[in-house]
């Protein structure tokens, strides 16, 4: 299951998680966000207990959005103790998320 994130949130759930983070930023209007959703709530379900997958509403929050530069959605950043260590642009297949969270855990 994949986490809401909030801009109140964020510092708590991925910035001071003990596990790899694949953050979605992502809005409502977007049509390859919708298409990447799907994908995020299956690696939530493939990396339970190894990995979190959270998605954060970028119309509703925008510090995390200007935080980190995010000008194009979908967005998909990966957090490691703490630091962004990859970026996700677009709309990619489930198996080049994979291999960046494999890369994490």
Excluded: H
């Excluded at 510092?11 to 979605?24: F, G, M, Q, Y």
């Amino acid at each position: 299951m994949t986490l809401e994130l909030t801009d109140a949130n964020f510092e708590e759930l991925v910035l001071k998680s003990d596990k790899p983070v694949l953050v979605d930023l992502w809005a409502e209007w977007c049509g390859p966000c919708r298409m990447v959703g799907p994908v995020v709530e299956e690696l939530a379900n493939d990396y339970d207990g190894r990995a979190v997958c959270g998605k954060i509403d970028v119309d509703s929050n925008p510090n995390v959005t200007v935080e980190y530069g995010v000008r194009n959605i979908p967005t998909l950043l990966f957090f490691k103790n703490g630091e962004l260590v990859d970026k996700q642009v677009g709309a990619v297949p489930k198996a080049v998320l994979a291999a960046k969270l494999d890369a994490l855990v």
